[in-house]
Structure formats: structure tokens, C-alpha cells
């Protein structure tokens, strides 16, 4: 299936399109890849950031599944599908498992409704919508999710897109109270505590006009503290050191300890739960 591209389409960089740029994808464009290589330039670490970011992602998913027994996944900041996607993580540990994904960016909407597909067991669905609005987020996915029941509620590489005057402590709290006890948070967000050179690539994004806004760990905690959710072990982490054990059932690849520093994925990880009492 082909897309045909708008005339203004693509005309200025797109953080999803930048992200899909670094993980090796094709959905991405001219101005795309000029921004990214300019990030790459800044902070030569940026395609093990995104890569890492991926996998944090899908372990945090694997260990919900496999561990807390969640069902459920809401994903808001989707992104431009890039296998293997978080249906098929949650999945391939149970077919039954239903995930909702939003995103505000129609070319990614195009590109998930052509490509994720999920188990006759299970359920996907989609909504083009803004993380800015999430009572219609929550609105929407309550046609596929129970939320009765835990649903784990996935904000990776989102919270840093967000300005301070868009209220993302806001967003996130309205998003968490919907959820039942035993419910989860997922989230990364971007940082410069680790290595200070991701000061020029948050220049970058910003000279495409793209709001890029760095938290510290602090930052990302109160995300969790300020909702009443308790930190999975071991807190927040880089994203290489959240639960680097929790290999996909299929490949079994365990990565060498330490083979990924801090230093190069720039990049706060935690998962905390909604306490059931």
C-alpha cells in the first residue's frame, strides 16, 4: 500500500518522523533526516538513545504482562509503527491482551491503522488525538478497555514533548485517575542530567519548531509521587538498566552487563503501580 504525500506534508522536521529516522525506518522525509542528522552530529549516541527507548518499552510491557498479570495498555504518543510494536510484545505473552494507541500526527495514524494488526484473541484500536486532550482519549478507549481492571497506561518518550504551560502533571493525573487499583504507569523521558551535550540537540528541535523540554529525575519522579503510584525496582534508571534481564521469550538475547552506559541514552525510565488498597 502506498501513501501519497500532501505538498506540505513533510515541508519541516516531525519529532516521529526523526524518531522513525533513528530507528531505521522509512517513513520519514527530507527535513526529517536533515534535524536528525544534525542531532546525531551533537550527540553522536542519539541512534542507541532511540533504540534503547524501544526496549525499555518492551520490557516494561513484558514484566506487566508476565508479572502483574495487566491485560491492558493504553499508549499515547504511539509513533510511526516500528515491529516489534507494543501489541505484539503484550501479545506474544497473551494473545487476549488489548491495547488502545493514540497519536495527533495523521501520517502516523495512517501508517498504524496499515500496519498493526492484532491476535483474534485480543483487541486493538486506534484514536487520532492529542495527549493534551485526554479525557477524549479515555473517552475513546473505554469502547475497547475495561477500566474496572488494571490497564497499563504507556507515556514513553511523550512527557518531554510537552511544555509546562500545557500542564503535563495535569494531563497525567487525569489520565491516572481513571485507572483501577493494580493499574501501571510506564514512562521515559528525555534528560540532559546524564550527558550535557543533549543541550544542542534540544536546540535543534526547537529551531524546527518542535517543543522539546528536558525534566530531571526529580522531574519524572513527581509524575509517579504526585499520583500515589509506587516505583517498580530499581526506581528510575536509565532506560538501559531498567530490568535488562527481561528478554523477549522468542530470541532470548541477553545483552552483556554495562555494555550500554547512562551517558548514552540520555534518557530517565521508571514503571510504577496504583497501589490496590
Known amino acids: 500500500m502506498s501513501h501519497q504525500m500532501p505538498e506540505t506534508t513533510g ?21 526529517d533526516r ?18 534503547e527507548n524501544r526496549e525499555f518499552m518492551h520490557r516494561a510491557v513484558r514484566y506487566l504482562a508476565r508479572e502483574q498479570g495487566i491485560r491492558q495498555f493504553l499508549d499515547i504518543g504511539t509513533g510511526i ?7 505484539q510484545v503484550a501479545q506474544q505473552e497473551d494473545p487476549a491482551c488489548r491495547v488502545v494507541y493514540a497519536d495527533n ?41 475495561d477500566f474496572d481492571q488494571p490497564v497499563a497506561l504507556s507515556l514513553v518518550a511523550l512527557l518531554h514533548f510537552i511544555a509546562d504551560e500545557d500542564d503535563p502533571q495535569g494531563i497525567v493525573r487525569t489520565l491516572v485517575d481513571r485507572l483501577a487499583p493494580g493499574s501501571a504507569l510506564i514512562v521515559s523521558h528525555g534528560t540532559d542530567e546524564l550527558d550535557v551535550s543533549l543541550r544542542k540537540v534540544l536546540e535543534i528541535y526547537r529551531a524546527q519548531g518542535i517543543t522539546l523540554r528536558f525534566r530531571d529525575r526529580e522531574g ?30 522468542q530470541d532470548g538475547i541477553r545483552r552483556p552487563a554495562g555494555s550500554i552506559t547512562p551517558e548514552e541514552v540520555g534518557c530517565w525510565a521508571a514503571v510504577g503501580l496504583k497501589p490496590t488498597e
Open 81 to 87: 509503527p516500528s515491529a516489534p510494536n507494543l501489541h
Open 34 to 51: 536533515e534535524a536528525a542528522a544534525q542531532s546525531v552530529a551533537a550527540f553522536p549516541n542519539t541512534l542507541t538513545a532511540a533504540r
Open 220 to 249: 519524572v519522579r513527581e509524575f509517579f509521587s504526585a499520583n500515589g503510584f509506587s516505583l517498580v525496582e530499581p526506581g528510575i534508571v536509565a532506560t538501559c538498566d531498567w530490568h535488562p534481564e527481561l528478554v523477549d521469550r
Open 105 to 145: 500526527d495523521p501520517i502516523v495514524l495512517t501508517y498504524a491503522r496499515a500496519l498493526m494488526s492484532g491476535t483474534p484473541e485480543g483487541a486493538t484500536d486506534y484514536i487520532e488525538a492529542d495527549a493534551r486532550d485526554p479525557k477524549r482519549i479515555l473517552d475513546h478507549a473505554n469502547g475497547t478497555l
Open 11 to 31: 515541508a519541516k522536521a516531525h519529532s516521529a518522523r526523526m524518531y522513525d529516522y533513528f530507528l531505521g525506518g522509512k517513513t520519514n522525509y527530507g527535513p
